[in-house]
């Protein structure tokens, strides 16, 4: 016990200070634990196999693909008109907001779901995402508290009370519950956060990354020449044969950028695959080509093949087309050539980029000069540099190529800033799916399930752009914070240390009248929920609380209540409940975050609840 009570409080120490990553200090003591024969290798490992830890893995792949896609910018941009400029109204939309949805899904889900659009929110709004993420993650909590299966400890309360013989508390007995404990979170929230959740960011200004995609698609004129033409007709002679048999480029001067083709269309989804134009590709029936060329040289090859031109550009009407070069599939980067470089003094077309690398060559910045027409009998001069179309892989691997060219700037980190807005919609049946699976208790599908094949959906379904991009939306950090922590509520237990803090807490007021016994459960299960998870606490503490109301021969109701509230509204640490560690990456939150602005709101919490259970239930 005391060699527990020992690694509990320096690992205690080590987060409040700050000074060791909190996912190092977490691995640590579960070590310790296991070095100390405390815990089996098995109930050491137990967190990284616990339910809720892979439902955080799978739920942050589906938050990545809500904003790979764009959708988390739609939604927060309705949610915007809603709240304007204000950041009081969006504070407000946040927390009711996030409330009402936590009563009927997981608080996990709940901060999962919303955590991305909070986050454009704040961007839209020009205001901090630290000032709202971590109220995100207590509303969820506080929303649980509306329904039976708002959070497990609701659960556990109403079956150890019909365990017990009392009647099992129905879905909407802890609606007047919830209610409180929103209200009281509003109003303590809105100070807090003011005070100790400034930008950290504040005053400085952030330093440009270079060009953007579109800077360089400008650059080099690009927009200025691009057409699109749809193969309609049916009967196109363009139909069923491959760019290099159309030899486009020879007898019309005309680049073919790429091609989209719609793989499925209806009044909900339509998807559209960007595919580039390399010279084997089959054209067929409903295909879309960008060209880049000639006006005159892009209408007479439309004419030829029957080819319906959807914008013709003349310098009177350029600004009104709708062709732009988009970035979903497929992506662009300038490669700077090196004086060391054998591609020096060769010709484009000897050195096979695309049989090679994949891509195209779509123009040369040569000093101040921009070469875009006759690309293949260009010689490729030292510091010549080159802008490359083709699929943001296919572009990574050509920063190998070290010897003869720099890759300016990062093509993996700009592929993610591009979001897929035409897979926003299926982002958005998949999400609500997984939500409506989550929230009808009689779908026999677990909560961790549904967010295991949402997760994979996101990624076949090309939500998420690809595996690696999965992996890298998931925040490693937190799983492992969170995985490594878990056993030491098993530690806790297994040594006694819980038991005797509980049953010394009764000990002492047992003789004190029910209130006073009512905040000393209070108590008790709001310090045993700071270091080990509400969901074993309220096991714990459920038993515990009705012995003492039948010792003093009161009705259990509220102690009951105090259990659940107590186990729920944990906020000082960001251990103890999912939410809270699924926001401390994103909102840079520290473990003294946590302390600053959760505990006076835990204790807050409590002071309401001593007051205002007793009225609701009497003893």
């Known amino acids: 016990m005391i060699i527990t009570l020992l690694i509990l409080l320096i690992a205690a120490a080590l987060f409040v200070s700050g000074k060791v990553r909190s996912d190092l200090v977490a691995i640590c003591s579960l070590l310790a634990l296991l070095l100390a024969q405390i815990l089996t290798p098995a109930e050491g490992l137990s967190g990284f196999s616990n339910s809720t830890v892979i439902m955080m893995v799978g739920l942050f792949i589906v938050g990545g693909g809500i904003f790979q896609t764009g959708l988390a910018k739609m939604i927060s941009s309705k949610m915007m008109m809603l709240a304007g400029t204000s950041q009081l109204r969006l504070f407000l939309l946040v927390m009711i907001g996030t409330g009402i949805i936590g009563s009927v899904v997981s608080n996990t889900g709940t901060v999962a779901v919303m955590m991305p659009i909070v986050v454009s929110m704040a961007a839209a709004a020009g205001t901090s995402a630290r000032r709202l993420l971590m109220p995100l993650a207590f509303a969820s909590s506080m929303g649980g508290m509306m ?38 979170g509003v109003l303590g929230l809105l100070p807090l956060t003011k005070i100790f959740l400034a930008p950290k960011d504040a005053g400085k200004k952030k330093q440009s990354s270079g060009k953007s995609l579109d800077d360089l698609v400008g650059e080099y004129g690009l927009t200025h020449n691009l057409f699109r033409v749809h193969i309609k007709n049916e009967e196109s002679e ?28 209806n009044r909900f989804v339509r998807t559209v695959n960007q595919k580039l134009a390399s010279p084997e590709l089959i054209l067929k029936q409903g295909d879309v080509l960008y060209l880049s060329g000639e006006p005159e040289m892009i209408a007479k090859f439309a004419e030829d093949f029957h080819l319906r031109l959807l914008d013709i550009h003349t310098d009177e009407i350029e600004h009104n087309s709708n062709a732009s070069i988009d970035f979903f599939d497929i992506g662009v980067a300038e490669l700077l050539f090196m004086p060391t470089s054998t591609m020096i003094n060769r010709k484009i077309s000897e050195i096979g980029f695309r049989g090679k690398f994949n891509v195209n060559i ?3 910045r040569r000093g101040t000069e921009y070469i875009l027409k006759d690309m293949a009998n260009q010689k490729v001069l030292e510091g010549d540099i080159m802008l490359v179309q083709g699929a943001w892989s296919d572009i990574a691997r050509m920063k190998k190529e070290s010897d003869n060219w720099v890759v300016l700037g990062e093509p993996l980190k700009e592929a993610q800033k591009v979001t897929l807005d035409h897979k926003a919609p299926i982002a958005a ?51 492992v914070l969170f995985a490594a922590m878990l056993p030491m509520s098993i530690a806790l237990e297994k040594t006694g240390v ?78 103890s409940t999912p939410p809270n560690a699924l926001v401390m990456s994103a909102g840079q939150y520290t473990f003294m975050d946590y302390v600053k602005v959760g505990l006076p709101m835990q204790i807050l919490m409590g002071i309401v609840m001593v007051l205002v259970l007793p ?3 009497p003893f």
């Open 147 to 184: 329904t039976l299966i708002g959070t497990p400890p609701n659960l556990i309360v109403s079956d150890t009370l019909q365990n017990a013989g009392y009647a099992p508390l129905s879905f909407f007995s802890f609606l007047p519950v919830g209610l409180i404990t929103l209200t009281v």
């Open 238 to 265: 363009a139909i069923n044969k491959s760019i290099a048999e159309l030899n486009i480029y020879h007898n019309y001067g005309i680049n073919v950028l790429e091609l989209r083709r719609s793989s499925g269309q």
């Open 362 to 364: 779509l123009g040369i």
């Open 429 to 479: 049946l998949i999400l609500i799916a997984m939500i409506v699976v989550m929230a009808i208790d009689k779908i026999p599908v677990a909560p961790v399930t549904s967010v295991l094949v949402a997760a994979v959906l996101m990624v076949v379904t090309g939500c998420v752009r690809s595996m690696e991009a999965a992996y890298k939306s998931i925040n490693w950090q937190t799983i």
């Open 498 to 575: 819980s038991t005797a803090i509980s049953s010394s807490m009764v000990d002492w007021l047992g003789g004190s009248g029910p209130r006073l016994m009512l905040a000393g459960i209070y108590a008790a299960t709001s310090i045993m929920t700071i270091f080990i998870s509400n969901t074993v606490t309220a096991v714990l503490m459920a038993p515990i609380a009705l012995q003492c109301a039948m010792q003093v021969g009161v009705s259990p109701v509220p102690f009951m209540y105090a259990v659940t509230v107590a186990a729920s509204m944990c906020f000082a640490s960001p251990f």
């Open 615 to 617: 009225l609701l239930f």
